[in-house]
Structure formats: C-alpha cells, structure tokens
C-alpha cells in the first residue's frame, strides 16, 4: 500500500537550520507531484511548497527565501531544508502526493514535528 | 492568500446528516473547479475525501459529497457514524501551484 513516511523534525532554535526528509513507497514516485503541507500547534492546515515531476518548484510567501524542496526520484524521496527558522514554524510537517499535478493530495504522511524554541 | 473560511464546529446525532461550509474568494474557490477535503483524525495521516469539488476518491463512502456555488464550497456527511467523528479541512488551488486551505471544522458525533 500507499506509505509516505517523514523524518528529520525535532528542536532547533531560532535561526537554526533543519531537513526535513520523506520516504515514498507504493507509488511510482516520478509520477507524483510532491508537496510539504504544515500544521501549527492549534491551527489550520498551511501549503507551503510543491515540487513537480520535472523539478518545478513553488512556495508559499512564508517560507520563500528560507526553505527549499528538493527530490530524488532515484531514492523515491522528497526533502525539505529549512533555514533561518523561527518560532513560527512550529508546526507539524506533512509531505502529500499529487498525481500528475491533479491539483489534489491524494496521500499524505503523518507527519513530523518540528519546533523552534530556545 | 488568506485562508478559506469553515465553521470551528459542527454537531451531529448519528444517522443525521451535516454540512460543512468553506468560503474563499474569486481568487480561489470561485475561479477554480479544484477544491477538496481532508479528514484528519489524532495521529493518523490526513485522508483525501473529496476532489474536484465533488468527486470521491475511490474507498470513500458515498455518504460524504461536496459542491460548490460562487465562492462557497460545501461537504455534507449524510447517515453520519460514530468514525466521522474527526477534523474536516477544506483546500482550494489559488493558481500558479498554490494552494490555500481552511481552518478546519471540528465535527463531534452526539
């Protein structure tokens, strides 16, 4: 079946730097668009970055300049490297698949908690 | 993009139904025929309900549908069961590989 598992959160103080990883299985990795989805303590669901089959790659204004999503399709792989990080991205990091860029997350991780606190 | 707006909370007895509105702009929900929902229970990975305003993801029950008019989305949960008991999120693509989400309507099972 369908796994997509995220590693790399943990404490890291403000400023500090992060990598976020995410692991595909059951699904022809190349096919999917894949996405970094965030969760604050308390708060709504946020989209922050996408990254197409062919390496195309968006972000939301929160986290441009800061953030970059990369993948590997070889590994079936999506990271995300954060920087500059600050209190406010505290949140719970989901990675979420698209098919062929159908503008829908059909799967998604559980996610991966990472908190920025000195 | 500011985030679409749900109701916090929505009650229901079991077999009743539900409707969960999700209001966003032109700039979204209004312009685009790709809104979907998530349901997120405690621990668990977000599961995709709905997409393309209506249409279900195969394994999904019947019960939950959605539509949309103007720049209001809705889900209803129609025979609602004790396992809908979760958070419901609404998702709207704002152009350009951009998406915009709800606040997430939490909805409790009497």
């Known amino acids: 079946q369908v796994q997509l598992m995220e590693s790399g959160g943990g404490l890291v103080e403000p400023g500090g730097s992060l990598r976020l990883s995410c692991a595909a299985s059951?699904?022809?990795?190349?096919?999917?668009?894949m996405n970094w989805i965030r969760q604050a303590p308390g708060q709504g669901l946020e989209w922050i970055s996408c990254?197409?089959?062919?390496?195309?790659?968006y972000y939301s204004d929160s986290v441009r300049g800061r953030y970059t999503i990369s993948r590997d399709n070889a590994k079936s792989s999506l990271y995300l490297q954060m920087n500059s990080l600050r209190a406010e991205d505290t949140a719970v990091y989901f990675c979420?698949?698209?098919?062929?860029?159908?503008?829908?997350?059909?799967?998604w991780g559980q996610g991966t908690l990472v908190t920025v606190s000195s | 993009q500011s985030a679409l707006t749900q109701p916090r909370s929505v009650s229901g007895s079991p077999g009743q139904s539900v409707t969960i509105s999700c209001t966003g702009t032109s700039g979204d929900v209004g312009d685009y025929k790709y809104v979907s929902w998530y349901q997120l229970h405690p621990g668990k990975a977000p599961k995709l309900m709905i997409y393309d305003v209506s249409r279900r993801p195969s394994g999904v029950p019947d019960r939950f549908s959605g539509s949309k008019s103007g720049n209001t989305a809705s889900l209803t949960i129609s025979g609602l069961q004790a396992e809908d008991e979760a958070d419901y999120y609404c998702c709207s693509y704002a152009g350009t590989f951009t998406w915009v989400f709800g606040g997430g309507t939490k909805l409790t099972v009497l």
């Open positions: 979420a698949s698209d098919y062929g860029g159908n503008l829908r997350f059909d799967y």
């Open positions: 990254i197409s089959s062919s390496g195309n790659i």
């Open positions: 059951g699904i022809t990795f190349n096919d999917y668009y």
